[in-house]
């Protein structure tokens, strides 16, 4: 099914409108050098019925949240999605729109952007957001080179503990732009303030942590803060589990100037990691440096209020060579189904949200650091994700769990092999009592027979 | 029809369109499992909204947009193509749509495949020797 | 990123100039600024493609600085550049590697392949391609495809199949890293496998002829009353330029306006850059005859009223929820978040 939809009697008479006789006549400026003369090698076309099949079977190999219990996080996070979100931004009207430069005939996507941009405000107390980037990690890149500016060189101070995928990210965009990273180490699971103050230099430009850290725990903000702004460095604040904002101070409340976070867990679909939403919020310094696209409001010729795209330096239609930053497409639909999900939760149902997976995690962790050689591996406080010292190795133990049907804690060796044998469990509100005894009880099981 | 409010006008103090599942764990006072210092003094200000009026709210903002299902796209370099209904249902489905990216090799062989293959299947279309599924739109070449 | 990693692995990092044809997309020079190059850009020729003279002089005038060409073909002008062969040559002779950058496969599925014609890097937009949902301006989803010698360089971790299922394999010592969490845009991947197999090969070789009907059916039937820069058989699209409506004080945009009063999105006009008052066409291979026949209609009545009623198309458009916006206020006075009453104010 190609879904074309004229019939080959009435290709024949567009290609005599035309003038041509076939429509090889009309590919005369493909040189036949560079032809392909045989029909491309993939596999043959497949009705509706047959290909839902096939695609259900290649569904049905992957281990589904709706069908397995996990407690995996490190980034991504499981969150209940209200009927409304999907129900809402799947019209097509939303779907199949492209970005909105007829604003005339885009004002229900632009207003929804104008939405969001206040809800990311809202949620991390900064004054200004963009109306999304790709994901958290092209967030993060897009604030250090904010920081960084147009030289695009300097020194940009990473904790340790922000996201492994992150730093790489962050890694190979500083060496194509030119700009150095340095690593700050971590005490106690978080970021070592005496560490940071001691790396500064009057070339540092930036200071990213990630709250709470990809290690679950929450980092001393306000020590970070007050080092980085003494440094005159911009204080970036990474988040990956906005559902921490329900209850946690806004980055807006500990000094933060520039917030880059990954917002998919905000009434999208997991997918995979993918697509995800970036949201970039900043204080009002920064506005006219923002990257990616913002929605203001104006009045129309008729003198109503209306919503437009504006400010947009980084558009293809300016300063080609000076732009820094090559983003122009966002992630709308999946900002559409944030601002949709964040209105369905509401005040009070996002900061219950935040409690229900504050109170669910530390029940969790108490139940699973009583058994024994099992340990909290930090005293640091946190949020819904904790790391414990386990008594074997993590993937001997996964690989049990997995039998059980249970995603366990993610493999902190992997990234973090100085932690020895450790485990990142994340509990959110859509891991019952149930769940988590279950979890208990293998974990003891599997732990008993060594 | 000339101006929708915003969602922020709507509502009132006390309305909501979302419930959390019921709480079945013993909880304690949220001080004392987190130091005040980190925790939220005030509730993000979010709107007060019932169900119906988010639902009314966002069918009336999409009503004020248009898209390829409403009619002729010729928008020159975007390839405003019909996107057919199909790949919507299959892109739901849950095997798909709830997978964690972190989950084991052995637990996501279906996305794996489909990845693998589908780079096969560029690579021909392009000529290309290999492709990397990875960047998200833009340039990273 | 990837060439700068091939061009450094061989020892010639000091390659630093890319260079990009007139009429590319905008975000070309900034793609390229971010992989901290410098940008030289080529002029076009008559007939809407490279000029190979002037190729020929600026890589004399760069030698061995030279660390790639970004194009597109079919370019940007919707019209396929013939001189493909030489051009590829040409750049590699002197070291240069060719980038097919924002690429849009529509109009070439099963006919030519970017590999054939000497492309060394492709970058495929499968929200174009692979009928995606743009969703407003996003999530797209942009593959990079390499030829045999660039694989090293490609970012991981890559799928790979082994004798116990299918796994990820990390990318390897001169991988240029990471350019992003996770696997990718998964779901966008997942639409496009479904596109693809739903297709077939020759579903996919009959998409590409019915685009390049389709743009060159419009193209024919409006020429007399549009003026089109180069006339010739176009791809998958095609851009005329307004200049004729201009001297009857109608701009593009206005025209644009125009069309949305008749429930027809516009053409693009802000781009290509080198035609002036462009309006870029682009009908794909989904929309019926009847359909282009009504488009037809109506840009032929708009081009009348451009001459007979030129008010009706700079009030434009007239039945659309709001009129013409005040960018211009957007911009001085940026309103970008409500604020509870009364510290209502611009931020």
């Known amino acids: 099914m190609s879904y074309v939809p004229n019939t080959t009697d009435e290709q024949q008479e567009m290609l005599r409108a035309v003038g041509a006789s076939s429509i090889e006549d009309l590919l005369t400026p493909i040189p036949e050098a560079v032809r392909l003369k045989r029909p491309l090698n993939l596999p043959e076309s497949l009705a509706e019925p047959d290909l839902k099949r096939l695609m259900l079977g290649m569904a049905e190999q992957n281990a589904d949240l709706d069908h397995y219990v996990s407690f995996l996080g490190a980034g991504t996070y499981d969150h209940f999605v209200p009927s409304v979100v999907p129900a809402l931004v799947k019209r097509s009207e939303f779907l199949t729109s492209y970005t909105p430069y007829q604003p005339e005939v885009s004002q229900g996507m632009l207003q929804a952007i104008y939405e969001y941009q206040t809800m990311v405000c809202q949620l991390t107390n900064m004054d200004v957001a963009n109306a999304s980037l790709y994901d958290g990690s092209t967030a993060v890149v897009e604030g250090a080179l904010m920081a960084v500016g147009p030289s695009g060189r300097g020194d940009v101070l990473v904790s340790r503990a922000l996201d492994p995928q992150y730093r790489a990210t962050l890694q190979t965009y500083a060496t194509a732009r030119g700009f150095t990273m340095r690593e700050i180490g971590l005490e106690d699971g978080v970021t070592s303030v005496a560490e940071l103050e001691a790396a500064m230099t009057p070339d540092t430009k930036a200071v990213i942590i990630q709250q709470p850290n990809f290690l679950g725990a929450l980092e001393d903000v306000r020590g970070v803060e007050r080092v980085t702004h003494a440094g005159k460095a911009a204080f970036i604040v990474a988040i990956t589990e906005p559902a921490s904002l329900g209850v946690l101070a806004a980055p807006g409340d500990y000094g933060a100037d520039i917030v880059a976070a990954e917002g998919l867990s905000l009434g999208n679909p997991m997918g995979y990691g993918g697509p995800a939403l970036g949201l970039f919020a900043a204080r009002k310094d920064f506005l006219r440096r923002l990257p990616g696209r913002l929605v203001g409001k104006t009045l129309d010729s008729r003198g109503q209020e209306a919503y437009v795209l504006t400010l947009q330096t980084r558009e293809q239609q300016i300063r080609r060579e000076r732009a820094t930053s090559n983003i122009c497409t966002n992630q709308s639909l999946l900002a559409v189904a944030a601002t949709i999900y964040l209105a369905a939760m509401g005040k009070q149902g996002f900061r219950e949200l935040g409690e229900q997976c504050l109170q669910r995690a530390h029940f969790a962790q108490e139940r699973i650091c009583s058994l024994p050689g099992f340990e909290p591996l930090f005293t640091r406080p946190f949020f819904d994700e904790f790391a414990v010292r386990c008594p074997l190795p993590v993937e001997q133990l996964n690989a049990r769990l997995r039998d059980q049907g249970i995603s366990g804690g993610y493999d902190l060796s992997r990234d973090y092999p100085e932690l020895g044998n450790a485990a990142l469990f994340c509990v959110t509100e859509t891991r019952t009592r149930e769940d988590i005894e279950a979890l208990v009880a293998a974990i003891e099981e599997v732990a008993g027979e060594d | 029809m000339s101006t929708e409010k915003l969602i922020f006008e709507m509502g009132a103090p006390g309305r909501r369109a979302a419930l959390l599942p019921a709480m079945d764990v013993p909880t304690k006072p949220l001080d004392e499992l987190v130091p005040q210092e980190f925790l939220r003094a005030e509730p993000a200000p979010l709107p007060e909204v019932s169900e119906i009026e988010v639902v009314r709210h966002f069918t009336h903002l999409s009503q004020r947009n248009f898209g390829v299902d409403s009619g002729f796209y010729p928008l020159g370099s975007c390839t405003m193509k019909y996107n057919p209904k199909i790949n919507e249902e299959t892109a739901g489905m849950p095997g798909f749509a709830r997978i964690h990216p972190l989950e084991h090799e052995s637990m996501t062989q279906g996305a794996i495949q489909l990845l693998y293959d589908l780079e096969g299947y560029l690579a021909e279309i392009a000529g290309m020797e290999r492709v990397t599924l990875q960047p998200a739109a833009g340039a990273h070449g | ?347």
């Open chain 3, 1 to 347: 990123m990837i060439i700068k990693a091939y061009h450094t692995h061989r020892g010639e990092g000091h390659r630093d100039i890319v260079l990009i044809p007139d009429g590319a997309h905008g975000t070309n020079p900034a793609s390229a600024t971010l992989a901290d190059y410098q940008t030289v850009e080529l002029k076009s020729n008559a007939r809407g493609g490279v000029d190979v003279e002037h190729l020929k002089q600026v890589l004399a005038a760069h030698q061995g600085k030279i660390a790639a060409l970004m194009m597109t073909n079919p370019n940007t002008l919707g019209v396929f550049d013939e001189n493909i062969v030489e051009i590829a040559k040409l750049v590699h002779e002197v070291g240069g590697q060719l980038y097919y950058d924002g690429a849009n496969a529509n109009a070439i599925m099963g006919i030519t392949r970017p590999g054939d014609m000497g492309f060394d890097v492709v970058h495929l937009n499968l929200h174009k391609t692979a009928s995606t949902p743009h969703g407003g301006g996003g999530p797209g989803a942009g593959p990079i495809g390499v030829a045999k010698h660039m694989v090293p360089f490609l970012p991981g971790p890559l799928p790979a199949k082994g004798r116990q299922g299918y796994f990820w394999e990390d990318a390897g010592p001169l991988s240029i890293g990471r350019v992003r969490a996770g696997a990718g845009n998964f779901l966008v991947l997942v639409r496009a496998y479904t596109y693809i197999r739903s297709n077939g090969p020759d579903g996919l070789r009959h998409v590409s002829n019915s685009a390049v009907l389709n743009a060159n059916y419009v193209m024919r039937a409006l020429q007399e009353y549009y003026d089109l820069p180069f006339d010739r058989t176009c791809m998958h699209e095609f851009v005329f330029s307004a200049n004729r409506q201009k001297a009857l004080g109608v701009r593009a945009l206005d025209i644009s306006k125009r069309l949305l009063d008749f429930g027809v999105h516009p053409p693009t006009n802000y781009f290509p850059l080198i035609v002036p008052e462009a309006l870029m066409i682009e009908p794909t291979e989904t929309e019926t005859k009847e359909t282009l026949d009504d488009f037809i209609a109506i840009m032929k009545q708009i081009a009348e009223e451009a001459e007979h009623q030129p008010g009706l198309l700079l009030e434009a458009p007239h039945v659309t929820v709001v009129g013409r916006l005040d960018e211009a206020l957007a911009a001085r006075k940026p309103n970008l978040r409500w604020q509870p009453e009364p510290e209502a104010a611009t931020v």
